[in-house]
């Protein structure tokens, strides 16, 4: 049997999240032509990673920018750790 957990990243702008994600999964989580140009997530990235204990992790990757809060906060539903 599978297990499935989702993960999402927190933390201030700048803060390495996306980085992070992309190191551990390999996944560009910013996809639009404005984060890429400005160097910021605006909108919701997913990725996943698969553990070796079969264990499937979604990873949901938020804005740290405060600009961009209501889209941070559209992403925590359902998560199960932070």
Do not use: Q, S, Y
Not at 1 to 7: G, L, P
Not at 26 to 43: N, Q, V, W, Y
């Amino acid at each position: 049997m599978t297990r499935h957990i989702v993960i999402g990243t927190a933390g201030h702008v700048d803060h390495g999240k996306t980085t992070l994600v992309r190191a551990l999964t390999g996944i560009e989580t910013d996809r639009t032509a404005e984060e890429k140009r400005r160097g910021l997530t605006i909108d919701l990235g997913f990725a996943w990673l698969d553990l070796p204990d079969g264990t499937r992790c979604g990873i949901v990757d938020v804005p740290g920018h405060e600009k961009f809060i209501k889209n941070m906060v559209a992403g925590l539903p359902g998560l199960n750790m932070v």
